[in-house]
């Protein structure tokens, strides 16, 4: 079974300040990846996904996130982040029918 | 724009006794989840249904059982509450059969058992 690591689970930054999540997954077959956002109070919603193609996906909300198949990532971007952004995110790997999640990542953005 | 509607959004429970959550959606989807999360923990697959009629056990099946009870409803039932089991549930719906794409979530049940 595929599996989901998250680092930094906690991170706290700045207004305008640039935002990278990590994201790296153990699955040796073709993947489908993920990210989701949940906004305090709120229930999950999609981000932005990578199915095939362009390996550099962009989402809603000026997100963006790129797949490196060799180094089997898939980190999440925003070069500047607001406060509206404060928010837990999920990566989520899907290989052989199977979705798995990572922990999350809390990010808090400081106005 | 309904989608996906879990029922209670709160409850809380004795050790031992037993609830149903129940959640329902209308986008025709096929295939539907229940998932639990934790602090630190993420999200872990309880059960799912890959199509009316079957279901199938996730990572953290015990304690559980789930009826999809048609093409709309899957129902999470916990027959005796454990503390272990205190947790915000959520369901998950998508379009394929089987096969997951999109999950499209519900807003939550939290669940408190003392």
């Known amino acids: 079974a595929q599996s989901v690591s998250q680092h930094n689970h906690h991170v706290i930054l700045s207004e305008a300040a640039s935002l990278e999540l990590g994201c790296n997954y153990s699955?040796?077959?073709?993947?489908?990846l993920f990210w989701y956002v949940q906004y305090p109070g709120q229930h999950l919603q999609l981000l932005l996904k990578?199915?095939?193609?362009?390996?550099l996906v962009k989402g809603i909300k000026g997100f963006e996130a790129e797949f490196i198949k060799s180094k089997f990532s898939f980190n999440l971007r925003k070069p500047s982040v607001q406060w509206s952004d404060t928010a837990e995110y999920f990566c989520a790997v899907k290989g052989n029918n199977r979705l798995a999640f990572g922990k999350g990542n809390q990010v808090v953005v400081i106005p | 724009n309904a989608g996906v509607t879990q029922t209670p959004k709160f409850q809380v429970l004795k050790t031992g006794q037993s609830m149903t959550l129940q959640c329902a959606q209308d986008?025709?989807?096929?295939?539907m989840y229940w998932y639990r999360q934790d602090p630190g923990m993420g999200l872990r697959l309880i059960y799912y249904s890959a199509s009316e009629g079957t279901t199938d056990k996730g990572e953290v099946p015990n304690g559980y059982n789930v009826s999809r009870l048609n093409k709309r409803e899957f129902s999470l039932r916990l027959e005796s509450a454990a503390p272990s089991q205190t947790s915000v549930y959520f369901c998950?719906?998508?379009?394929?059969?089987?096969?997951?794409?999109?999950?499209?979530f519900g807003e939550g049940s939290r669940l408190t058992v003392l």
């Open positions: 990578y199915f095939s193609g362009d390996p």
């Open positions: 699955y040796g077959g073709t993947v489908n």
């Open positions: 986008m025709n989807h096929n295939s």
């Open positions: 998950a719906s998508t379009q394929e059969q089987g096969v997951i794409g999109e999950l499209f």
